[in-house]
């Protein structure tokens, strides 16, 4: 089996990313960010401070997390039995996952679910630290990145696409802060692998980037003597 880590900074496209290419090459995709976005949404519904750990770490006991992927609906994700793949992608739910993933005890809770999962089959898997710490002897890394300016404008073509009315200087605000936050962090803070490749999108569409890593995902197949 091959595994492929892919981290990089919010708004890189990442899950977007990773999504089309375990499609294209049906293998599994696993999306950490939105496991971190959960336990934020959850910590928020109960009216927690989601920078406190101990008030976080309280309620982790609570929460059980699932995915299921099907042709119609594509990748979805449980909290507690209710389908939150929606409701996690607000801004609210982007800086709660920041801040809990600064907790010790959230990353060990979703630290072995993350593993377990690399053991069993070929996969794609996106987030902050998966080369360094999920996975960090994963075949292929990749460190996707793109300038803060060109992220803030992907996300606020997202929000725009589905109906909000979102401001472009809050969301390019936020990417700032959530950059700040994820790198700086005491906890596996956001960083990129020594023998990751760095792929900066910037100037790159959607397709060509998908078609990039996909090119290097072959290569690294056929080096290893792997199938996909």
Avoid: W
Wanted: hydrophobic share 40%.
């Amino acid at each position: 089996m091959i595994r492929v880590a892919i981290d990089g900074p919010s708004g890189a496209g990442k899950s977007t990313v990773a999504k089309r290419i375990a499609k294209d090459l049906s293998i599994i995709y696993v999306d950490t960010g939105a496991m971190y976005r959960c336990i934020g949404l959850y910590a928020l519904r109960q009216g927690l401070d989601t920078k406190d750990s101990p008030q976080v770490s309280s309620c982790l006991e609570q929460i059980h997390l699932e995915t299921s992927y099907d042709v119609q609906n594509g990748q979805r994700i449980f909290l507690n039995g209710e389908d939150v793949s929606e409701a996690i992608r607000t801004p609210d739910a982007s800086m709660a996952a920041s801040n809990v993933s600064a907790i010790p005890q959230v990353r060990a809770f979703l630290l072995d679910l993350q593993r377990d999962m690399a053991k069993k089959q070929s996969l794609v898997m996106d987030g902050r630290d998966i080369g360094t710490v999920v996975i960090p002897d994963a075949e292929l890394k990749i460190f996707l990145t793109a300038s803060p300016e060109s992220r803030a404008r992907r996300r606020y073509l997202e929000y725009v696409q589905k109906g909000q009315q979102p401001v472009y200087d809050d969301i390019l605000r936020d990417v700032i802060l959530r950059d700040h936050q994820d790198s700086t962090r005491a906890a596996a803070p956001l960083c990129q692998a020594p023998d990751a490749v760095k792929l900066d999108t910037t100037e790159i569409n959607f397709e060509d980037t998908v078609s990039i890593i996909k090119e290097m995902i072959l290569k690294k197949a056929a080096e290893l003597s792997l199938s996909i």
